[in-house]
């Protein structure tokens, strides 16, 4: 626990509103510690507008935004330690969270003389805290045996529904990529029952389809399902396979040429949409 004794002098100051002299108390803080020195800026930025010195905004700002005066400032150093933090937020006007980051960040800890008794709330063993709100042995529940009719029955699926996306097995449909799937088993997992259909018919003349491989057209016609067309092969293959480096040198060019002007053309298309 940081230790922040304060040494309260009485002094005399003129207020800037009524021109009048008010006693206010003007407490030396340790600024060794870092709750000393907070406490000690907040003090030293008081308002004479006919309040107590200490009493006014303008100290250290805290997590919600709100200012910390420094008599808020006290009451979290002197209290936090021994009191809930509920009870201390409630003096010093601010929310729970508020207090509590505060308090985290000036150093504040709990008591140890705090966190052993019942008012922290803490279970430890033996401890009758809650006791009367705990369901005794034997107890017996309120409905127990009631019988009760929520309704909805006439709105209610059925044993056996199926929804209308369902589709029978055998069915077929193509993708926005335009690739061929058949629905080959019904455990609602579609990444299970739906198989594309030029996999299946490869794995059908050559066996089960070997990890790291995919099945790709030959004459990339996505329509021709000849065995002697879907060709299986690893993605590093099929990178060379697609490559524009396969082609000669001017070929090559031209191809990437190609690729730059139509990537402008769409640029440029996009930028007139935009305005």
């Known amino acids: 626990m940081m230790a922040c004794t304060s040494i309260l002098r009485l002094r005399r100051t003129r207020c800037a509103g009524g021109g009048h002299e008010r006693p206010t108390h003007s407490p030396q803080y340790d600024t060794n510690t870092a709750a000393g020195r907070v406490l000690a800026a907040a003090g030293a930025r008081a308002d004479c507008g006919g309040r107590w010195a200490g009493d006014v905004v303008g100290g250290e700002s805290g997590v919600s935004g709100r200012r910390w005066t420094q008599r808020q400032l006290e009451i979290l150093h002197l209290e936090y330690p021994n009191r809930s933090t509920a009870h201390v937020a409630r ?5 729970l969270s508020s207090t509590y980051q505060y308090a985290r960040r000036l150093g504040l800890r709990k008591s140890a003389a705090y966190l052993a008794s019942e008012a922290s709330g803490q279970l430890r063993k033996g401890s009758q805290a809650g006791s009367a ?13 009631l019988s009760v009719d929520i309704g909805g029955k006439e709105t209610r699926f059925a044993k056996g529904h199926m929804p209308q996306t369902w589709r029978p097995l055998g069915s077929e449909r193509i993708d926005t990529d335009g690739i061929l799937w058949r629905k080959v088993s019904d455990t609602r997992n579609k990444r299970i029952d739906w198989q594309a259909v030029h996999v299946l018919i490869w794995e059908a003349a ?6 790291g491989k995919f099945v790709i ?15 299986a092969v690893t993605r590093a293959e099929n990178m060379q396979r697609n490559t524009c480096h396969r082609y000669p040198k ?4 031209l191809i990437q040429l190609k690729g730059a002007l139509q990537r402008q053309i769409n640029k440029r298309e996009r930028s007139e949409k935009q305005d």
Do not use: I, S, Y
């Not at 709100?133 to 045996?145: S, V």
């Not at 050559?206 to 990890?211: E, Q, S």
């Not at 057209?217 to 060709?231: G, S």
């Not at 001017?250 to 060019?253: D, F, H, L, S």
């Open 91 to 95: 003096r010093v006007g601010h929310t």
């Open 133 to 145: 709100h705990r369901f005794t042995k034997g107890h017996q529940t309120w409905n127990k045996g």
């Open 206 to 211: 050559n066996g089960p389809l070997p990890r």
């Open 217 to 231: 057209f030959a004459d990339r016609n996505q329509r021709n399902f000849d065995p002697a067309n879907l060709l």
């Open 250 to 253: 001017e070929v090559a060019r």
